[in-house]
């Protein structure tokens, strides 16, 4: 059996230290709560989602993130993704607060988007050309009680989402 260990900095599995990759991408530029890779679209373009929080207006957008690595000044170990546009390429008005975001992509079907509100509810969006998103369907809030979803899922196999919610049903 496999041992674990966990400190601030590095987790350990049988006293061997498994350092986290120290990569990232630059500032969004919005509050953000949620941020996703689509898979299907990340080895050729390095398309990212992310959703917004605490905004008068919450949004969710795709994000073109060159996948090539460059240097921080001080430390040639540690290396950035380059977020290198300064606006997203799509950006969508999202009812609530992004608490969450899952991607899959069954057959026949663009990869769909799906995001969990802090209003309530889960939202579904079609991504096109991994530079637009195009609202496919939208749960009410009253679904959940208007209470937050703060976990979304989706199988591609079995087409099913999962929520998870804080009024204590599962979804």
């Known amino acids: ?11 350990t599995m049988d006293d061997e230290t498994v350092s986290p990759p120290l990569k990232q991408t630059r500032s969004l530029g919005r509050k953000q709560c949620a941020a996703h890779w689509l898979p299907e679209l990340v080895e050729e373009q390095g398309v990212l989602a992310a959703g917004s929080w605490d905004d008068a207006e919450n ?20 290396v950035m993704l380059d977020a ?70 989706y199988d591609a196999e079995t087409r099913m989402v999962a929520a998870a919610c804080e009024d204590g049903d599962p979804a």
């Open 84 to 153: 290198s546009a300064d606006e997203p390429l799509c950006t969508v008005p999202h009812e609530g607060c992004v608490l969450d975001l899952a991607t899959g992509c069954a057959p026949d079907t663009p990869p769909l988007l799906f995001t969990g509100s802090g209003a309530g509810g889960v939202a579904c969006y079609a991504v096109r050309n991994g530079r637009s998103l195009t609202p496919h369907w939208r749960e009410g809030a009253a679904a959940h009680r208007h209470t937050a979803v703060h976990g979304v899922g």
């Open 59 to 78: 949004i969710v957008a795709l994000w073109s993130v060159r996948l090539g690595q460059e240097a921080n000044e001080g430390d040639e170990d540690e």
């Open 1 to 11: 059996m496999a041992g674990f260990g966990l400190d601030d900095d590095f987790l």
